[in-house]
């Protein structure tokens, strides 16, 4: 069963600032799927390889060759805020 | 017939003899946006400057003596696909502004074979949904019955293609996102290989599943479009160095000598009768043009959801990390602090579906429940490949239904998340193992909405199910009616 701190604690991972209502909300969905997800259990799969992909390919090398970018400005234009060619960010150290 | 209600090679035959032009298809198409689409509301999107430009180029191009089949067709592009100079919303609040500085590998494609681009279509936020009710612009409707869903999350460009809103369109399909809403439109939807198409500029979702493909009124027009958006980019790195062939050249009208499997799992519990008899009746037209039938078994593919609903969202989860209003997208105007300005943005920013989908990826991904869920989901997706690679040992194609019921109602779904997603059953699994599946249109139920026959086929074989879809479509006719508009 996810509790409560559960939803917190992943909420908190996942960088979210849930609402009281969004907490209630998800426990109870939360709990349905997980619950539907333990049917996963009715399988044996200790001598199962995983598969995060299905192409058969591994390391896909190209050549070091020179190409041209992005243009910075149209770039930049996406920023929520931004200055002299910079993305501008909440200050991260304290004084 | 109106211009708007033809296909992509009727509309080229009438472009080369010089009957229509470009401009004049183009008119057409807004024309026709303009009568229907506060109706429906496919599009999120209209850049009629640009497109109108593109139509004079094509036109030009034509008349210095240039052709080609996709050259001057007018086309909607789902809104989860980069576009320079074109926002691109994914359906979500987070990237409500955001204006990509370069075109998707298809958009590079399309735009080099002359096509212009009407708009972006809506569809659930950041793909994830099979009901297009879940995007920060509105809801989608469904053009046979405005009170059902469209399906999703390629809902905008189904309804565009339904509605004769556009010649044709692209979606994406990461679990159905095609063919499920081509299904509930009846019209005619291709998921490629994964990568088989590139996905460079297609917005990530759940990058090991993900394909862009092809949303048409036939089957000719899906492989014409997959003609020019298939192949090797060196920018996706998990896109195959693969042979592109003519995929018209399958087209051959038979089915004659193919295996047909029909998967005993897909007809037990949950599926709609009419949807059912729709589909062994679509079975018998196969076997009536060549074809024969075997059962075939995936005894995995009841687990498929389950596998899916924990591998995507985790996915999704990282994948979305990104959207932190650094870079791009929205900001929240109040925060303290960082990590305050990140919680505040993201909560702000992103929908219900989409945060219930981060946190069941956070969940399944974090320290204790990752073997239980991530690595128990990917050892299960290898037992539902390991079905399919059994079943392709003695058929050429799997044929079953796309979706288990026709569309449901706007609303119907939306207070019960698993409910919503057990309506991928059939679809998903097709993802898990990277194979190509195509739906076309096969009958109607008794209130009048389309029902979707779904074709699977090997890896990098969308000639063969492009075959069976083309010989069905050439003894029916359902993909030609219209929806009472």
């Known amino acids: 069963m996810i509790t409560r701190e559960d939803v917190e604690h992943v909420a908190e991972l996942a960088r979210l600032e849930l609402t009281a209502a969004e907490k209630e909300q998800f426990i109870a969905q939360l709990n349905d799927i997980l619950t539907y997800f333990e049917k996963l259990n009715e399988l044996d799969t200790s001598d199962v390889e995983p598969t995060s992909q299905v192409i058969p390919m591994s390391n896909v090398f190209r050549d070091d060759a020179v190409q041209p970018s992005l243009d910075r400005t149209k770039v930049l234009q996406n920023a929520p805020e931004e200055s002299h060619f910079f993305f501008k960010v909440p200050r991260i150290i304290e004084e | 017939m109106a211009l708007h209600a033809l296909t992509i090679h009727e509309l080229q035959d009438l472009l080369g003899t010089r009957e229509v032009s470009a401009r004049d298809l183009t008119e057409a198409f807004y024309r026709r946006i303009a009568a229907l689409d506060d109706r429906v509301h496919a599009y999120v999107t209209l850049t009629p400057e640009q497109a109108f430009e593109q139509a004079d180029r094509a036109d030009h191009r034509r008349q210095m003596g240039g052709s080609s089949p996709l050259l001057g067709i007018p086309l909607a592009i789902k809104d989860v696909i980069c576009t320079e100079g074109i926002r691109t919303t994914c359906g979500s609040k987070i990237l409500h502004n955001f204006v990509p500085p370069y075109d998707a590998t298809v958009i590079e494609h399309l735009t080099a074979a002359g096509v212009i681009v009407l708009g972006k279509t809506n569809m659930d936020e950041f793909a994830m949904g099979s009901s297009t009710e879940h995007s920060a612009s509105g809801i989608t409707h469904n053009p046979w019955d405005l009170s059902a869903i469209p399906g999703g999350s390629s809902g905008g460009s189904a309804a565009a293609v339904a509605a004769d809103e556009c010649a044709a369109a692209l979606g994406s399909d990461t679990g159905g996102s095609v063919r499920q809403p081509a299904a509930c439109c009846g019209i005619v939807g291709l998921k490629p290989t994964y990568g088989r198409v590139s996905r460079y500029g297609l917005v990530a979702f759940a990058s090991s599943l993900d394909q862009i493909g092809p949303m048409t009124k036939d089957v000719r027009d899906a492989a014409l479009i997959m003609n020019v958006i298939g192949g090797n980019d060196p920018r996706d790195s998990t896109s195959a160095a693969m042979p592109m062939p003519d995929f018209t050249r399958a087209l051959t009208g038979s089915a004659k000598g193919l295996r047909l499997g029909?998967?005993?799992?897909?007809?037990?519990?949950?599926?709609?009768?009419?949807?059912?008899?729709?589909?062994?009746?679509?079975?018998?037209?196969?076997?009536?043009?060549?074809?024969?039938?075997?059962?075939?078994?995936?005894?995995?593919?009841?687990?498929?959801?389950?596998?899916?609903?924990?591998?995507?969202?985790?996915?999704?989860?990282s994948n979305l990390a990104r959207y932190d209003g650094v870079k791009y997208g929205y900001r929240t105007p109040q925060w303290s602090n960082l990590r305050d300005m990140y919680m505040h943005t993201r909560d702000e920013g992103f929908g219900a579906e989409v945060k219930r989908r981060i946190m069941l990826g956070t969940y399944a991904l974090s320290a204790g429940y990752y073997e239980a869920y991530y690595q128990k989901a990917q050892q299960v997706r290898t037992l539902i490949l390991r079905d399919f690679e059994e079943a392709f040992r003695h058929v050429d194609v799997i044929v079953a239904p796309t979706a288990p019921t026709p569309a449901f109602k706007i609303g119907e779904k939306t207070d019960d998340p698993l409910q919503m997603y057990l309506s991928d059953v059939f679809t998903v699994p097709v993802n898990l193992a990277g194979l190509p599946g195509i739906s076309v249109p096969c009958g109607f139920n008794s209130a009048g909405l389309p029902i979707g026959l779904q074709i699977i086929g090997k890896p990098f074989d969308e000639e063969t199910i492009l075959r069976v879809a083309h010989a069905f479509e050439q003894h029916t006719d359902y993909h030609r009616r219209k929806p009472p508009l």
């Open chain 2, 262 to 317: 029909i998967p005993r799992e897909y007809f037990v519990g949950g599926i709609d009768s009419e949807v059912e008899r729709a589909v062994r009746t679509a079975v018998q037209v196969l076997e009536g043009v060549g074809a024969t039938t075997t059962e075939v078994t995936l005894p995995h593919s009841k687990y498929g959801v389950a596998a899916y609903y924990i591998l995507a969202p985790s996915e999704a989860s």
